[in-house]
């Protein structure tokens, strides 16, 4: 599976994104879907993540009822939506695929498949 993930840019605080991850391959809805974040010098750490068939969602404590992600009707793309936005949200956004359910798959190790990232920049 290769993943494209695009829609990052720059917003001013309270703003919002909707980021997409594209997949190649008919494979893409037997995986579970995670997205990571990462700054400079800091580790890839873990967002949100949505199930195979897209009935279970889950997120950080940072972005829980800020964040939502979903699944394209597709089958080929999953989204995160991101709404009032900070500046501490600022980072390089990853999609990634994966086969563990919860809690293994709030864990970088856990997916094969990661997509290019892209970058949001959350300006005050």
């Known amino acids: 599976v290769q993943l494209q993930a695009s829609g990052g840019g720059l917003v001013q605080l309270g703003g919002s994104l909707r980021l997409s991850c594209v997949a190649s391959?008919?494979?893409?809805?037997?995986?579970?879907v995670g997205w990571f974040r990462q700054t400079p010098g800091k580790e890839r750490e873990f967002v949100a993540g949505i199930s195979r068939t897209g009935g279970t969602t889950y997120y950080s404590d940072s972005v829980r009822g800020r964040f939502s992600t979903s699944r394209g009707n597709g089958k080929t793309t999953a989204y995160l939506q991101m709404s009032n936005l900070k500046p501490d949200d600022t980072a390089t956004y990853y999609c990634?695929?994966?086969?563990?359910?919860?809690?293994?798959?709030?864990?970088?190790?856990?997916?094969?498949?990661w997509g290019q990232g892209t970058l949001v920049t959350v300006s005050s």
């Open positions: 990634a695929a994966g086969s563990a359910d919860p809690p293994l798959s709030l864990q970088t190790s856990s997916y094969d498949f």
């Open positions: 391959g008919h494979t893409f809805n037997t995986y579970t």
